[in-house]
T-cell receptor, first 113, second 110 residues
Framework: EAGVAQSPRYKIIEKRQSVAFWCNPI?????LYWYQQILGQGPKLLIQ????????DSQLPKDRFSAERLKGVDSTLKIQPAKLEDSAVYLCASSLTGVEGYTFGSGTRLTVV | KQEVTQIPAALSVPEGENLVLNCSFT??????LQWFRQDPGKGLTSLLL?????REQTSGRLNASLDKSSGRSTLYIAASQPGDSATYLCAVDTWGKLQFGAGTQVVVTP
């Protein structure tokens, strides 16, 4: 089966600019997650979708981050305006039920200068 | 709140030695535990998934054990190779949410 697709692979922007990341999960996977991984740390959950509804966005900085999952398939994560501390790898993951584990995409490395 | 700790933070071994990576978690009410490998600048590759009812899982040179009652998991990598150099992350699924440790950075020297 095809894996979790993410784009772009790399992005460099200036602070205060906006950026968007795209994720296409494994076909049929109802649950989609966005994680932020700062260098040297483990990934931190930003938002969890079940189909096209938000299950948990408690750690999403809502003043600058937004995410949507239209039609319960692919998803977009946006940052506006970006700050230097947003420099990180943004990982998308999906799962069918959670019991079978999670599959991650290759991630998007964001550098804010 | 679930907290996941990985020790050691970094490990360097000569080729051929066995690797032992440790993971501990504070809340034993888990669905499963998953070990991942991450190469520099890349995404996460799943290595092993252990369900909460299981004690261990094996795949090739990799073996992972789970002791839910004590909140511990150990990943063993037998006969290490330079290609095993990477960061290894432990993640615990608690109530449908995956909580990660900070990882163990492994370097295997030829």
């Amino acid at each position: 089966e095809a894996g979790v697709a993410q784009s772009p692979r790399y992005k460099i922007i200036e602070k205060r600019q906006s950026v968007a990341f795209w994720c296409n999960p494994i076909s049929g996977h109802a649950t989609l997650y966005w994680y932020q991984q700062i260098l040297g740390q483990g990934p931190k959950l930003l938002i969890q979708f079940q189909n096209n509804g938000v299950v948990d966005d408690s750690q999403l900085p809502k003043d600058r981050f937004s995410a949507e999952r239209l039609k319960g398939v692919d998803s977009t994560l946006k940052i506006q305006p970006a700050k230097l501390e947003d420099s990180a790898v943004y990982l998308c993951a999906s799962s069918l039920t959670g019991v079978e584990g999670y599959t991650f995409g290759s991630g998007t490395r964001l550098t804010v200068v | 709140k679930q907290e996941v700790t990985q020790i050691p933070a970094a490990l360097s071994v000569p080729e051929g030695e066995n690797l032992v990576l440790n993971c501990s978690f504070t809340d034993s009410a888990i669905y499963n535990l998953q070990w991942f490998r991450q190469d520099p600048g890349k995404g996460l590759t799943s290595l092993l998934l252990i369900q909460s009812s299981q004690r261990e899982q094996t795949s090739g040179r990799l073996n992972a054990s789970l002791d839910k009652s004590s909140g511990r998991s150990t990943l063993y990598i037998a006969a290490s190779q330079p290609g095993d150099s990477a960061t290894y992350l432990c993640a615990v699924d608690t109530w449908g949410k995956l909580q990660f440790g900070a990882g163990t950075q492994v370097v295997v020297t030829p």
